[in-house]
Nanobody, 121 residues
Framework: VQLVESGGGLVQPGGSLRLSCAAS????????IGWFRQAPGKEREGVSC???????YYADSVKGRFTVSRDNAKNTVNLRMNSLKLEDTAVYYC????????????????WGQGTQVTVSS
């Protein structure tokens, strides 16, 4: 049972990336999935959450730029990130839990290892 994030990389300001959170050993559509990020020297913050019923939540800092979605056929949850800013630089993690408490997934059961996103000119 594991979650694996992918899709991170180096991008210029204003660019886009799509992160994926893929599950093996269990089915994601029965869980709420949260995306977190942690920048060097900063606390981890909840970026977005998608509940098992499809409701979505976004931090104010990413609202209008990030979109979270499910791909049940691939057993993945994606985070589309547009108009990236320097301050979006962080390691991004996904976690599976029971429900979304705003942008944070609660009762986290599984975590991925993280993927680095670097926004730099």
């Amino acid at each position: 049972v594991q979650l694996v994030e992918s899709g991170g990389g180096l991008v210029q300001p204003g660019g886009s990336l799509r992160l994926s959170c893929a599950a093996s050993g269990f089915t994601l559509n029965g869980y709420s999935i949260g995306w977190f990020r942690q920048a060097p020297g900063k606390e981890r913050e909840g970026v977005s959450c998608i509940s098992s019923d499809g409701s979505t939540y976004y931090a104010d800092s990413v609202k209008g730029r990030f979109t979270v979605s499910r791909d049940n056929a691939k057993n993945t949850v994606n985070l589309r990130m547009n108009s990236l800013k320097l301050e979006d630089t962080a390691v991004y993690y996904c976690a599976a839990g029971l429900w979304c408490s705003g942008t944070v997934v609660s009762n986290q059961l599984y975590w991925g290892q993280g993927t680095q996103v670097t926004v730099s000119s």
